[in-house]
Nanobody, 125 residues
Framework: VQLQASGGGFVQAGDSLRLSCAASGRTANSYALGWFRQGPGKEREFVAL????????RYNDSVIERFTISRDNAKNTVVLQINSLKPEDTAVYYC???????????????????WGQGTQVTVSS
């Protein structure tokens, strides 16, 4: 499975962005897909995860009110809708996949099997 993230950019605080991750490979639809982000000088942190069915989702508590993750298996795509962007959302956003969805350890980056290249989001105040 390969992942290709896109949709980042330079935006103003309060704006919205839609990040996309295109998954390719024979088993792509069987992977749980999610997003992590890494801000300047920070560790890479979990943002959101969606199961292969698209039904089960998990979010970082800090973003749950503004971020929405969804997937379209017909298009092999997972989308992260980000509303009301804040300067602290500035980061490189990485798409990541794992072979199994787990509601207990979804935030552990070492348990993800495949990573995309990242897309930069910069939010100006």
């Amino acid at each position: 499975v390969q992942l290709q993230a896109s949709g980042g950019g330079f935006v103003q605080a309060g704006d919205s962005l839609r990040l996309s991750c295109a998954a390719s490979g024979r088993t792509a639809n069987s992977y749980a897909l999610g997003w992590f982000r890494q801000g300047p000088g920070k560790e890479r942190e979990f943002v959101a995860l969606v199961s292969f069915s698209g039904i089960n989702k998990r979010y970082n508590d800090s973003v749950i009110e503004r971020f929405t993750i969804s997937r379209d298996n017909a298009k092999n795509t997972v989308v992260l809708q980000i509303n009301s962007l804040k300067p602290e959302d500035t980061a490189v956003y990485y798409c990541a996949g794992r072979r199994s969805y787990d509601s207990t350890n979804y935030f552990i980056k070492g348990l993800y099997d495949v990573w995309g290249q990242g897309t930069q989001v910069t939010v100006s105040s």
